[in-house]
Every structure is written in structure tokens, then in C-alpha cells.
């Protein structure tokens, strides 16, 4: 099994552009969610998804958008990029939304300049 | 909200000394997760638990739910686990992920 593969690794951005972060899993896992780390700071939520069709904001969505069409892909829409989005983003998935393991991708670079 | 404090922020020891780091949260929670991120890589999760104490060969996880607090140890420390460990909990309220701490930098010297 790959886990939770993400794509780019890394990625520039000018201001005003827009990208899409993919990121795809193979564990039959419902529970997907998008965070952002940012230096000196805990991972924030972005946005989540407890299955296909169904996502939901997390702490910090503004300037992102995302979708869920099937259980495996979830991928995170960045429309308009500003310097603000510039951080390391994570993609993970879980079995259940509670006492279960999360599963982690390699993360996404990016820099917007 | 929850609250995720980790301490140290920062620690390096001598390869072979036995480490200490600790998590302490604000509010009940269903479960506690400790992470391992290594420079430039990814998170992987080292252990999940609710109670008690889980061992995973040199690792050591433990939680007081009635002090609200964990502790990872590393015994017999070696340079391959310098890395930032973050600890993050559920809250159990419901699926909107997990709160993390601002992890701790480990260094470990040969």
C-alpha cells in the first residue's frame, strides 16, 4: 500500500496565481483532512472530509477550496495565491474521525512570491 | 478549545541519554497522538492511545487523563531519532481533526 500520496513536493507560486495540491489515498479511509504548518506554529486544519461528497471547513479556510468526488482523492484548491500561503501543507487521512490512527503524506512546499 | 503545550520547545543530549518529552492539554480528550517529523519529510505517527502506557521498542508513550498530560521517553537515545516530535489530541467533539502542539526539536550528538 502507498499510504497517502501527495502531489507536488515542492511548488513556486507567483501572487494571483492558482494551483491544485492532490492528494490521494488507498486505505478505503473516509476521514481526510487538509492542514497547514507554518514555522514555530502546531499544524492547522484547512479543511475536511468525513466521505465522498461531504467536506467541511476547518480553522483557517479562507483562500482554499476543496472537494471530494470519490473515498480516495481530496484534493486542495488554492485560488488567487497571496505570500499569506506560504507554508508546508499536509494531506492525512483516519479510519474513524476519533481513536484512530492518522495517516500522514510527504507534504507540500510551497511558496508564493 | 484545546490547548497543546509541549515542552521542551528545543533539546539536545548526548547519544545514549534518556529522553523526556512533555504534552499538556486544556481540555478532555477521547485520544492522544505522538508524531515524528523528521527535517524536510513527512509526519508519521509513532503512537495513539487513551490510557496507560505503550511501548514501541525504544519508545516509551505515556497519559494521565486526570492530570490532562503525556510523556514520550527515548531510551538509549542515537542521532537517527534528532527529529520534532508533536504530540496532538482529539478532542472527541467530533471529525474535525486533531489539535496540535508546536512540537519539540530533538537533537541528538554522537
Known amino acids: 500500500n502507498a499510504g497517502v500520496t501527495q502531489t507536488p513536493k515542492f511548488r513556486i507560486l507567483k501572487i494571483g496565481q492558482s494551483m491544485t495540491l492532490q492528494c490521494t489515498q488507498d486505505?478505503?479511509?473516509?476521514?481526510m483532512y487538509w492542514y497547514r504548518q507554518d514555522p514555530g506554529m502546531g499544524l492547522k486544519l484547512i479543511y475536511y472530509?468525513?466521505?465522498?461528497?461531504?467536506?467541511d471547513k476547518g480553522e483557517v479556510p479562507n483562500g482554499y477550496n476543496v472537494s471530494r468526488s470519490t473515498t480516495e482523492d481530496f484534493p486542495l484548491r488554492l485560488e488567487l495565491a497571496a505570500p499569506s500561503q506560504t507554508s508546508v501543507y499536509f494531506c492525512?487521512?483516519?479510519?474513524?474521525?476519533?481513536?484512530?490512527?492518522?495517516?500522514f503524506g510527504q507534504g507540500t512546499r510551497l511558496t508564493v512570491v | 478549545k484545546n490547548e497543546v503545550e509541549q515542552s521542551p520547545q528545543n533539546l539536545t543530549a548526548q547519544e545514549g541519554e534518556f529522553i523526556t518529552i512533555n504534552c499538556s492539554y486544556s481540555?478532555?480528550?477521547?485520544?492522544l497522538h505522538w508524531l515524528q517529523q523528521h527535517p524536510g519529510g513527512g509526519i508519521v505517527s509513532l503512537f495513539m492511545?487513551?490510557?496507560g502506557k505503550k511501548k514501541h521498542g525504544r519508545l516509551i508513550a505515556t497519559i494521565n487523563i486526570q492530570e490532562k498530560h503525556s510523556s514520550l521517553h527515548i531510551t538509549a537515545s542515537h542521532p537517527r531519532d534528532s527529529a520534532v516530535y508533536i504530540c496532538?489530541?482529539?478532542?472527541?467533539?467530533?471529525?474535525?481533526?486533531?489539535?496540535f502542539g508546536k512540537g519539540t526539536h530533538l537533537i541528538i550528538q554522537p
Open positions: 492525512a487521512s483516519s479510519y474513524s474521525f476519533r481513536d484512530s490512527e492518522a495517516f
Open positions: 486505505m478505503n479511509h473516509n476521514y
Open positions: 472530509s468525513v466521505g465522498a461528497g461531504i467536506t
Open positions: 481540555v478532555g480528550i477521547s485520544a
Open positions: 492511545l487513551s490510557s
Open positions: 496532538a489530541v482529539h478532542s472527541g467533539g467530533g471529525a474535525d481533526g486533531l489539535t
